[in-house]
């Protein structure tokens, strides 16, 4: 547990003077008590339970203090909460290496597989969105909760060259902010063309909870704008990408209709991009460890642990010691402490 305002700690500094106080109401009270003749038939008359029971509504209201002091430095802690994401976009590769049969049957069929059972464990709540890139980047079907439609987009999918991973990150951040002026046509292949808007103000990363964005890839970017840069634009609406890296990264040669490439999976550029946007790496070596990749990030998405603050907890305890408090005093002295 940590604390967003430590600082307000130190009123427990206090705590020691409030305990020496108490002490010294109760020495007052034992000199102007009345003098009996013999102080034996009152502590006879009084019983040992009174002796302790008044010492009890004190203390418990000095533990309210104590918890109300926590909930002023507003604790915070890891709590396993309902995922609040809205919508998922699924950015696929469909670049020609994706037919390689490493993974069997081949890349592109396991990849659609998992991807299917993994919508159909989808809450109906959730809409989800596919984007398919190759050399370019196209939105397959627009977020729906409509899970026929998706799949069907899945089977659709064609294989086509090049890989422009950079393209896919775009067009997803297009498709959750249509009014944010994203436009792969505003990217050069290294570097940004277009400044973001002037009144444009960056989100922590990882901050925002409506969408996320999950992006697998089998090879390196061979084409469209830098990974990196595309990843910073995400960073920067405080979008999570999962990534999900599916090859070879010593690279293999692959070949397809009569001809052939070199292709590796760049799992550095996958991990900064999940670093970057606090999102998280995964590999798949085989279309078991796929399945069982997407089972991981849907139980994410239904139950996600965050920090959040706690406060409200400390509050209401130190509500419930201060009433309980009360009513004890009340029904053992007749008073309110």
Do not use: C
């Not at 890839?217 to 990534?243: C, F, K, M, S």
């Not at 397809?256 to 999976?265: A, F, K, N, P, T």
């Amino acid at each position: 547990m940590s604390f967003q305002w430590p600082e307000m700690l130190w009123l427990l500094a206090a705590l020691p003077a409030l305990v020496a106080a108490y002490v010294l109401v109760l020495r007052k009270k034992k000199k102007h008590a009345v003098r009996y003749s013999s102080l034996s038939l009152v502590r006879q008359a009084m019983g040992a339970s009174q002796t302790w029971r008044r010492h009890v509504p004190p203390l418990l209201m000095l533990i309210a203090i104590v918890t109300m002091i926590v909930a002023i430095a507003r604790p915070s802690a890891l709590v396993t909460l309902p995922s609040q994401y809205e919508t998922v976009m699924l950015a696929m590769d469909v670049s020609g290496s994706m037919r390689a049969t490493d993974v069997e049957p081949n890349r592109l069929v396991a990849a659609q597989n998992a991807a299917k059972a993994f919508i159909a464990d989808q809450p109906d709540s959730v809409k989800i969105g596919i984007v398919a890139f190759a050399g370019t980047a196209t939105v397959a079907q627009a977020p729906t909760r409509n899970k026929e439609d998706l799949i069907a987009a899945i089977d659709r999918f064609q294989l086509q060259r090049a890989t422009a991973i950079g393209s896919a990150i775009i067009v997803s951040l297009a498709t959750l902010f249509p009014d944010g002026g994203y436009d792969v046509s505003s990217f050069s292949y290294d570097r940004v063309k277009k400044p973001p808007p002037a009144d444009f103000k960056p989100a922590p990363p990882g901050s925002y909870n409506s969408a996320v964005i999950i992006l697998l890839t089998d090879g390196q970017r061979t084409a469209g704008p830098d990974t990196l840069q595309a990843a910073r634009l995400a960073a920067d609406r405080g979008v999570r990408i999962y990534t999900v890296g599916v090859g070879t990264p010593q690279g293999a040669v692959v070949g397809i209709e009569g001809w052939s490439m070199h292709v590796r999976l760049d799992e550095e550029t996958l991990k900064a991009v999940a670093d970057l946007t606090r999102g998280e790496y995964f590999y798949a070596g085989n279309a078991v460890d796929l399945k069982k990749i997407y089972k991981t990030l849907n139980s994410r998405f239904v139950m996600e642990s965050k920090k959040t603050e706690i406060g409200a907890f400390f509050t209401a305890a130190a509500g419930v010691l201060v009433l309980l408090s009360a009513l004890l005093s009340l029904a053992w002295f007749n008073r309110v402490l």
